[in-house]
């Protein structure tokens, strides 16, 4: 097989993550790009610390964690510590958390992570992603947040799209709903841009629409002539492009979201090609100041 060329990129600057809570002033430095680690799923197949060679190899500094591939939270954050990546985040399944909510934060807290987001809500029943639903999730969220928080991590929801669809009140939709339910001390919001698109929502009507609530973005471009369907969760990878190359105007929404007070920025690629995408997108951002 031929071994992948990689771009060796910069390491950026960044501010520091720890006591930055979305809504506060910019600061004047840029924060890092790290990359959620899912992009190279199939890689860490393979080999997993291969697969962290690649990352470091690719310049990123700081990362976001999609499992432990099957390590200990300690003996993961080892393996990236001893190649220079700072687990900044993690992604946190909703049924661990049902079934053990102190297991999964320490868990994390033993990854070293500062943030720990829940990427899904399970909604495989007839009525899929409902108003029961969302309530509930809510509720969960903010017990959840709070013994996040009671440990010093700040946990937040990665909108996924599905949530998209009308809610209790005229011309919303149930995120908006979930957003009013949940303790803004508890529970922040992760913003997958590539998402919000695709379901036929604004990114930055919603960034301005809650301008405290976010502590993260999700970094991922859309093709121009990629469909849009309300509450969509899902599509095909070709739709998943180069950072810069695509429909979202990527100045003005990073930096808007730094005037907000938004530090933490997470490339993420579901790309079929993710080793030439990664690098082109990096490129892409380092040409850019927010």
């Not at 992948?4 to 506060?24: E, Q, Y």
Request: glycine share 8%; proline share 5%; hydrophobic share 45%.
């Amino acid at each position: 097989m031929t071994k992948p060329r990689l771009l060796l990129l910069p390491t950026f600057v960044f501010a520091s993550f720890f006591g930055a809570g979305a809504g506060c002033s910019r600061v004047e430095t840029r924060p890092a790009v790290g990359l959620q680690l899912w992009s190279l799923r199939e890689e860490f197949k393979k080999d997993t610390m291969r697969a962290l060679d690649l990352v470091r190899d690719m310049g990123f500094t700081e990362v976001e964690t999609a499992g432990t591939a099957g390590m200990s939270a300690a003996d993961y954050r080892a393996a990236l510590e001893a190649r220079g990546l700072k687990p900044v985040a993690a992604h946190v399944q909703y049924g661990a958390m049902e079934a053990d909510v102190a297991k999964v934060v320490a868990e994390i807290k033993a990854l070293g992570a500062t943030y720990a987001f829940c990427p899904w809500i399970p909604h495989d029943g007839p009525a899929g992603f409902d108003a029961a639903l969302a309530a509930k999730a809510a509720a969960n969220f903010n017990t959840w947040g709070a013994a996040f928080r009671a440990a010093g991590i700040r946990f937040g929801y990665h909108v996924h799209g599905y949530e998209f669809v009308p809610g209790s009140r005229e011309g919303e939709t149930l995120f908006d709903d979930m957003v009013r339910a949940t303790d803004p001390q508890a529970v922040e919001f992760q913003m997958d841009v590539f998402w919000v698109y695709r379901a036929a929502e604004d990114p930055m009507t919603l960034l301005k629409r809650y301008p405290t609530r976010w502590a993260s973005i999700h970094i991922k471009d859309i093709r121009k002539e990629a469909e849009r369907i309300v509450g969509s969760s899902g599509a095909p990878a070709s739709d998943k492009v180069v950072i810069g190359t695509g429909a979202i105007d990527w100045p003005t929404l990073l930096s808007a979201a730094r005037e907000q007070g938004v530090n933490h920025f997470v490339l993420e690629d579901e790309s079929d090609a993710p080793l030439e995408q990664i690098p082109a997108s990096m490129r892409y951002l380092g040409g850019l100041e927010f």
